[in-house]
């Protein structure tokens, strides 16, 4: 079956997020690699917890783009939402399989058809999502210069290690439909430095659970 025009245009658009996604990762990469300053180390943290809440915020647009047609239906002014976490959850409600799932190629080097092999840990999974977007949008706050509490703000990961995480969902993987065993698979980083993105029919035989 060919891919629709609406499909075309989502796979597009997803595509875009993403490419948008990539530029905040690396920001982040420059400011905890020391590449990049902006003023001292406390507005360091802050730009880079909001280029990682940003990056958050595309794949999740990313995911609303994957997934328009059920997602609109469901709601009518989805134009006006901008929430990742409520997109994730709203989302969720619709399609519990709706989260990229990153795998990897088993022998990527045999000749023929390719078989996609699901990563099962060290991903930056649903639960990690919204940990880390929540965490981000609370090291992002002024701090009330009364409360009597040091300013601690725990992520539970260096933020090196977030991205790490981010890109190994994002570095190859797919994308399920409801309805359907069809699928997006989507590489972050083509030959040309860009996210590239293929439909294919049929979801491979391991279960993205």
């Not at 996609?116 to 991903?123: A, F, Q, T, V, W």
């Not at 539970?156 to 399920?176: F, N």
Request: a negative charge.
């Amino acid at each position: 079956m060919a891919m629709t025009a609406e499909q075309s245009d989502a796979l597009t658009t997803y595509c875009n997020c993403l490419q948008s996604a990539k530029k905040r990762l690396e920001l982040v990469e420059a400011v905890t690699s020391g590449r990049l300053r902006i003023d001292h180390e406390s507005v360091d943290a802050e730009f880079a917890c909001l280029q990682l809440r940003k990056a958050l915020e595309l794949i999740a647009f990313a995911s609303v783009a994957a997934h328009k047609e059920i997602y609109s239906q469901a709601h009518a002014d989805f134009a006006t939402h901008w929430s990742a976490k409520k997109l994730l959850k709203k989302l969720g409600n619709l399609h519990p399989d709706f989260y990229p799932r990153p795998v990897r190629i088993a022998e990527p080097e045999r000749p023929g058809p390719k078989h996609l092999i699901p990563i099962e840990s060290d991903y930056l999974n649903k639960e990690d999502f919204v940990f880390l977007y929540d965490t981000c949008s609370d090291a992002l706050h002024e701090w009330n210069p009364y409360r009597s509490a040091p300013r601690v703000v725990d992520f539970r990961h260096s933020v090196s290690e977030w991205v790490v995480r981010i890109r190994r969902l994002l570095e190859m993987h797919w994308i399920a439909f409801v309805g359907t065993l069809d699928i997006f698979v989507v590489v972050f980083n083509g030959p040309d430095g860009c996210v590239h993105a293929s439909y294919a029919e049929g979801r491979p035989s391991a279960s993205p659970g």
